[in-house]
């Protein structure tokens, strides 16, 4: 049988369409079989009643974190809302109301951190927002542990961190049936004790790289699968090189 250049560059394009007409999780997650589905996609029509009401009584404090992928910027809060004291909470402006956005508030309230959502005006502007709990730390790159050290003990913070990073990780997929997979250094909160990590939490729970999971996946396979994902050369610092 032959076949001329047009007849191979069809068949090579249906190729390529049937390979990305597979589910993002074969693709880009090697097919691990206790990861279920891409987050967002669990999204209902009950889930799409959270940016409906308009918020009052928010009291903004000051920009935490600038615009980011998806969202215009991450506000501290003053006072109470809803018995909450402004101390323990942080405002999310979000760029626009889709699937991601509904699945981001889906999760937060899977994890007990939500504590609520709507449409509220920052800076002239009504934009959708979510508002949830702090959470404690700072990124790795932002202490003054990891400013003063040197390039051997950077990389032994980041691989203390990325270890407590992959247990949360796992402990969050086992009792939540969330996996967390956007694990870049700048979305792990981190303790310090000195010179050592002693804590790392999980925060920004957008839909991107958010799947959910089966539980009856151990804590080793889920670990093992996040320090594959996750080393202390994906953990890159500008700064560490200006």
Not at 199 to 224: F, P, Q, R, V
Request: net charge negative; glycine share 8%; aromatic share 8%.
């Amino acid at each position: 049988m032959r076949f001329n250049s047009q007849s191979l560059l069809l068949v090579f394009g249906s190729m390529m369409v049937a390979v990305w007409a597979l589910p993002l999780i074969a693709r880009n997650l090697q097919g691990e079989k206790w990861i279920l589905e891409e987050y967002e996609k669990t999204v209902t029509a009950a889930d799409k009643n959270v940016f409906k009401a308009k918020l009052k009584d928010v009291q903004l404090g000051p920009l935490l974190s600038t615009e980011g992928l998806h969202n215009n910027g991450i506000y501290s809060m003053k006072g109470k809302y809803k018995g909450k004291s402004g101390d323990d909470i942080v405002l999310k402006v979000l760029k626009s109301v889709d699937d991601e956005a509904y699945a981001e508030v889906k999760a937060l309230k899977g994890i007990g951190e939500y504590v609520d959502s709507g449409m509220f005006t920052v800076k002239g502007k009504e934009a959708p927002v979510i508002i949830m709990l702090k959470v404690p730390g700072s990124v790795l790159s932002d202490t003054p542990e990891y400013k003063k050290a040197k390039t051997d003990e950077k990389e032994k913070m980041k691989e203390e961190a990325i270890d407590l990073m992959c247990k949360e990780v796992a402990e969050v997929g086992k009792s939540k049936g969330i996996l967390h997979n956007d694990n870049r250094i700048e979305n792990i909160h981190v303790t310090m004790s000195g010179n050592t990590v002693v804590s790392a939490k999980l925060t920004d729970w957008g839909a991107y790289e958010l799947y959910t999971m089966d539980k009856s996946a151990s804590e080793a396979e889920i670990i093992a699968f996040c320090k594959k994902h996750w080393t202390h050369v994906d953990w890159f610092v500008q700064a560490d090189f200006e």
